[in-house]
């Protein structure tokens, strides 16, 4: 319930009341916190493991995010910033608690905050004083959803599984690089030399986030899950004789203690504490 009250209800509220009184220049390099926000939550609440290769990676990200937004000036501070503030600290706290339940199915979470999410906003609206849509901007705004927030979404659930918050978090940032470099494929816009070094600084700061390398002596406790999985070194379990062994494949197994070192990330196995 946590993360869809915080990501699918305050945060879209919040963002609204605040995009009311705030103008779209400010409101698009504001929502750069979201990224800050998941990435300090995630290392000084979620006891994620952040080291200063990854905090400079996340900046550079960061950085060339707030290029792209920059439009040459700021809007007046007003109550509408400290609002959008809030909807990125909200989003910020879903992505953490959204990581913590990253084992469901990503369809079957997916699918249970949107429904749910819209369905409060939609009351809210109404209540506001919105009337219905014309069925064919309706229609054109739900395929725009399901593409942009449910499919994206799904995919989100998936880096949150497998890299972590903070990481999948500061990687999300790069969505308005991937957006300023589709625009100048599909509609013809003019690379600029802002989108060259905002390229250039996300290059780079996921360089030194893929290119990390942690390492230390960790305890696996006692687990029993379902996810899709091989049969790696976290996964030794047998099977009967009619079941995949090599193959991709999902089924509720166990995890039975276990002490090792090796490279990892904050993955699905990984979520041990760090000092």
Request: glycine share 10%; net charge negative.
């Amino acid at each position: 319930m946590g993360t869809i009250l915080f990501g699918g209800v305050t945060g879209p509220v919040l963002l609204l009341l605040g995009l009311t009184t705030t103008d779209g220049a400010s409101a698009s390099m504001l929502l750069n916190l979201e990224a800050v926000f998941t990435l300090l939550l995630a290392w000084f609440v979620f006891s994620e493991h952040v080291d200063k290769r990854l905090i400079m990676g996340a900046f550079a990200i960061v950085a060339g995010a707030v290029l792209l937004s920059w439009q040459g000036r700021l809007g007046k501070a007003g109550l509408g910033v400290g609002l959008i503030a809030l909807a990125c600290l909200a989003w910020g706290i879903d992505n953490n608690l959204t990581r913590k339940i990253s084992a469901v199915a990503p369809f079957v979470l997916a699918s249970i905050k949107g429904q749910v999410a819209g369905s409060v906003n939609a009351v809210l609206a109404f209540i506001m004083g919105s009337d219905v849509p014309d069925i064919i901007p309706f229609a054109g705004a739900m395929v725009l959803g399901f593409v942009s927030y449910g499919f994206g979404l799904v995919l989100f659930i998936l880096a949150l599984r497998h890299l972590g918050t903070a990481r999948t978090g500061a990687y999300y940032g790069t969505a308005l690089f991937i957006g300023a470099l589709a625009a100048t494929v599909i509609f013809g816009d003019t690379i600029t030399p802002i989108l060259v070094i905002a390229g250039v600084l996300m290059a780079f700061g996921t360089w030194l986030h893929l290119s990390e390398r942690h390492a230390h002596d960790h305890q696996h406790d006692l687990l029993d899950h379902t996810h899709r999985h091989i049969h790696d070194e976290h996964h030794q379990h047998l099977h009967g004789t009619d079941d995949p062994k090599e193959e991709s494949h999902s089924h509720a197994h166990p995890h039975l203690p276990l002490k090792h070192v090796h490279a990892h990330w904050p993955d699905i196995h990984h979520r041990h504490r760090h000092n």
